[in-house]
């Protein structure tokens, strides 16, 4: 049997199919390329019993992932993070079977660290020696932290507002980064730019195939870990879009393999109401979206104007009878207060956006209540210490305790 | 079967037996109590076969953990964490069979996650509504995070120099919290006459009996993830040294359920040169330490002058053949970095310091170089953002990006 199912590379906008073992960024035409798989080969070959031994990472699914050897896999155990029960909050909100999938728990805090084992992993594997990327913080402090232990360099530029925890990582992995005075999308431009004349790789969000293999096991694994049966809607806050997109593109497979049956979850784009583009776009029925003005929220993760990949998020709610929906920052910043001291999850506030979400959504109607609904978090609330306002008081040695109140 | 195995407590200084369903502190006679299993039930009615199909959680472990119903498990998903081969640096330092278990991977960041599941679910199974700790930081946002999940109340106490992140959890899970101006012994002491004035649990390192339970599982990870062979050698950052206690306490039942052999790896205790009773009391052949004067390290997880549980660090590491370390401050930062940098690691201090210590039993011949040697990284350095200096060029849009050296 094949480590790997990967079959060729197609066109997510003209489907022009390519050669999947060269290096490759966009397609002729602009779009995104994306991995297919030989599933009628897999569906044959391979089965989810296979599974249960096999070790609790994201690799446990590595016929469906790009990866020829095993031994180019650049990993860091990350993966088949938590789905946890949320029954106080789900009690308190009226959607009883609410859950939420953990992000937190993974090398390097975030979920970006599974766009970074695929995506650096598979361009070992092709010889790429310098990697170069824009980004809002955690996906740049995972790349950089995959390129190290590959031994790749890395080149990252983030806007200056990015958290400053993610400035950390890069710079101890030893990656070359850099500050921009403006948004994501103009240290894109300035990463264009680079790679045009250097020859880089370009890691940027959808410009090479293979981050969205990594995002796409998240939902491979929220599915194994209800036994193989799929929720009734997963809400995923909504930036780049690649984490969606990733979890669709599972869903199609996972069907194709005939692993889940024919019904799937509604998908559910979360965004923050200071930078809704693909929400704007959802509510006037347009395949794409269009750049928001002004762009700016607490959660800066999903601060992106104008995503490369937008018509395949809006494609991924259309088809799956999902929608799209904003939240206020100051909405945010309860519902990460509320995870916290109601169920012990200290999340980032874009995984906060998807509870507010939920509870907006059953208020409307939109959930009935009796669904099984799955909230993702993206990341840790510790790498967003300015988010808590924290005010304590301070004791001399031998003081007592003040009364709690 | 039993969901659990648990028979009764006994002080590990007198050797006094208590039964262990009511709630306990110390033994009268000022001893830690350690949990004691039915290990001749579990023998025959329990097989290591049984685990390959469970959750990917310490829980896995649940017949040797403290909780008698499954229902009053207050858990985040912890457990589990990946035990990566460090085969770069591992080369570079002469140990080409190093590993390191990474406890950044799970929730609150740090294995503090696995005494706080455990003591805060048996906590939670024997009625306390308050709980009150001392803490360094780390152990405090992870209680203030479990005790919000079992719907229990949190009163912490922490130096004001303790990592400020940890204060964000303590916070934002809406645990009562203070600072102190000193050392953890100073919040120990307002601590413990709270306690003793307002009827609160006291959740200090081992004045509980079952915070070490959790703590052991990564002794039990450890061996089952090498496929029930034990180490060579186990690295350990020691402060209040509950992970080395419950690691030997885990292979002492290992042996007892039979599922090891005789031998056991050899259990190394690394502190730092601001702060080392425990090697000072090593290299004086004692059975205790004095408390260390004027603690400081930058590994501040394990700035502890005087450990109550001492007296265990030390005879782990002498029956296991094991010894204790100090390393500089320099070196803990230094080592950091390589980590990150060689290895995509990016541990915290106190787990850098065992890279630093393997190094140096490696140079100094106590290790020899064809030993399995594991390193145990306690935490993420992400909760640690002041000690990675970084200084970052600023580029505004559309400026071109410069040479990259």
Redesign the interface.
């Known amino acids: 049997m094949p480590f790997s199912y990967l079959d060729h590379l197609e066109c997510s906008r003209c489907a022009k199919t390519w050669e999947a073992d060269y290096i490759r960024q966009l397609c002729d035409c602009g779009g995104p390329l994306l991995a297919r798989y030989d599933l009628d080969a897999a569906r044959s070959g391979w089965s989810r019993e296979q599974l ?2 096999r070790e ?2 994201l690799w446990r699914y590595h016929e469906l992932l790009p990866v020829r050897e095993a031994a180019n896999v ?5 993966g ?5 029960p949320l029954a ?1 909050l789900g009690q308190e909100i009226g959607i009883p079977r609410l859950l939420l999938k ?1 992000e ?6 975030t979920f970006k660290a599974r766009g970074a084992t695929t995506g650096v992993s598979r361009a070992h594997e092709l010889g790429v020696r310098v990697l170069a990327m824009p980004t809002n913080g955690n996906a740049g402090g995972a790349w950089a ?7 790749m ?1 890395a ?1 990252i ?1 983030m806007p ?1 507002a990015a958290p ?2 993610t ?3 890069c ?4 990656a ?7 948004l994501i999308n ?1 240290a894109g ?3 264009g ?2 790679v045009r004349e250097r020859g880089w790789f370009d890691a940027s969000t959808l410009k090479e195939p293979y981050r969205v293999e990594g995002k796409k096991t998240m939902g491979i694994e929220i599915v194994e870990q209800l036994g193989w049966e799929v929720p009734d809607v997963i809400l995923y806050p909504t930036g780049g879009g690649v984490g969606i997109i990733g979890i669709y593109k599972a869903l199609l497979e996972l069907r194709q393999l005939g692993w889940i049956g024919e019904r799937l979850p509604r998908l559910v784009a979360v965004q923050a109401e200071g930078c809704a583009p693909i929400v704007r776009a959802w509510r006037e029925g347009s395949a794409e979206s269009t750049a928001w003005q002004d762009a700016r929220t607490v959660a800066f993760g999903i601060n992106v104007p104008k995503a490369l990949g937008d018509f395949l998020v809006l494609e991924a709610i259309r088809e799956t009878g999902g929608c799209a929906i904003a939240i206020s920052d100051e909405r945010i910043l309860d519902a ?2 509320r995870l ?7 999340v980032c506030p874009e995984g906060a956006a998807t509870l507010a979400a939920a509870e907006q959504l059953r208020q409307n109607g939109w959930l009935t209540g009796d669904e099984r609904v799955v909230l993702l978090n993206t990341g ?4 967003y ?1 300015e988010t ?3 005010e ?10 003040p009364e ?1 109140v």
């Open positions: 249960a031994r609790p990472s650049i990993t860091l155990g990350e088949m993070t938590p789905l946890l106080t953990d937190g728990v993974i090398p390097t805090g932290t995959y390129a190290a232990r590959a031994g360099r080149v530029l200056e400053v925890i400035r950390n990582e710079a101890i992995s030893g070359s980064l850099f500050l921009v005075r403006g103009d431009a300035i990463v730019q680079a990460q207060r916290a001291a109601r169920e012990g999850c200290f840790t609330g510790l790498k210490p808590v306002r924290v304590v008081p301070v004791l001399d040695p031998g003081e007592a305790l709690i």
